[in-house]
């Protein structure tokens, strides 16, 4: 599996996207059900905001719908918004986890079918200009670790279903 990041520098002022591909060995089909319906099997505790082994992540199927946790006392604790849901292709949401959601950004995740065994997930993260320069590039820096902190569970839980 390939890795690829760039675009995360700041470009003539202007806070440019983290962009991501990632290559899984299961078709586009499993690999956007295991971004969105077995969430909870594989998202890292470290990286929700109870830290509470056991949660649920769900990802309601449908535009706007919640993404959102919840704990196993019931609480749940919203993340997002579903702006686009287009599956296998193309999922979109307002990402505002540890955040308001008048400070969310903006994600879309392409799967692209390489060949009935291969996808390449395609992934860009933008909408930082709208927090301000500072507040922006910071809260950009945030979320580039995150996502190096989930998408190696997210490629771990898409080889256990292509074995």
């Known amino acids: ?84 849901w287009d599956p296998p292709f193309r999922l979109r949401y307002r990402w505002h986890i540890a955040t308001n959601a008048g400070a969310a950004t903006d994600v879309e995740i392409n799967f692209r079918e390489l060949d009935p065994s291969l996808t390449r997930v395609e992934i860009e993260h933008r909408g930082w200009e709208q927090l301000g320069e500072e507040k922006g590039r910071a809260w950009r820096d945030v979320n580039h670790g995150g996502w190096d902190g989930v998408l190696p569970a997210y490629i771990a839980a898409c080889s256990k279903q292509a074995a």
């Open 1 to 84: 599996m390939v890795r690829l990041k760039y675009a995360v520098g700041v470009d003539g002022g202007c806070l440019v996207p983290i962009e991501v591909k990632e290559y899984v060995a299961i078709g586009p089909k499993h690999a956007f059900q295991t971004w969105t319906s077995r969430a909870s099997a594989w998202w890292p505790t470290t990286h929700t905001a109870s830290h509470e082994h056991g949660a649920e992540i769900v990802f309601e199927p449908r535009v706007g719908g919640r993404i959102f946790e919840r704990t196993s006392t019931g609480r749940e604790i919203d993340w997002g918004e579903v702006t686009e």
